[in-house]
């Protein structure tokens, strides 16, 4: 397994803010910048299956792998030869803030290709996609 890029984020937005624009996919392009459109067939739960369209690339179909709401969510997209894998695990601080932490990973016998194509990409728009989905989250509030 290889890390492609890790992001933090600390916000005023409880967790169920956070769950609640994860969970209303049709708004990722909102705050996913290079994300044409996602679909999901039926609830955001554990097991859900649905495509992502990422700007310029073709659709990709995606699986909810783990979901707690108000604590993680793991989706796991697959592409030939290799899985690409975003975590996201949600926290109270002691100060009664959020934090929000996402992985992004890729695994399998074409990671390393895989790595070529999307690796800087992904690793480069990962921190500013969380401080936006932060801002929707806390204007949400």
């Not at 909102?30 to 609830?43: A, F, Q």
């Not at 097991?47 to 796991?76: I, M, N, S, Y």
């Not at 992004?104 to 074409?110: D, E, F, I, M, S």
């Amino acid at each position: 397994m290889m890390t492609l890029g890790t992001a933090h984020i600390t916000s005023t937005a409880k967790p169920d803010a956070f769950f609640a624009r994860w969970a209303d996919m049709a708004t990722w392009p909102e705050w996913n910048s290079d994300t044409e459109w996602v679909r999901i067939d039926g609830p955001f739960v554990r097991g859900a299956k649905g495509v992502l369209k990422p700007k310029g690339a073709p659709q990709v179909p995606f699986v909810v792998t783990e979901l707690v709401p108000g604590e993680k969510f793991t989706d796991v997209s697959k592409l030939v030869g290799a899985r690409l894998t975003f975590r996201h695990v949600v926290t109270r601080t002691a100060e009664g803030s959020t934090r929000v932490d996402v992985t992004a990973t890729l695994r399998g016998p074409l990671a390393r290709i895989w790595n070529l194509a999307l690796g800087k990409g992904i690793a480069a728009g990962l921190q500013g996609d969380l401080d936006r989905l932060r801002d929707a989250a806390e204007s949400a509030a």
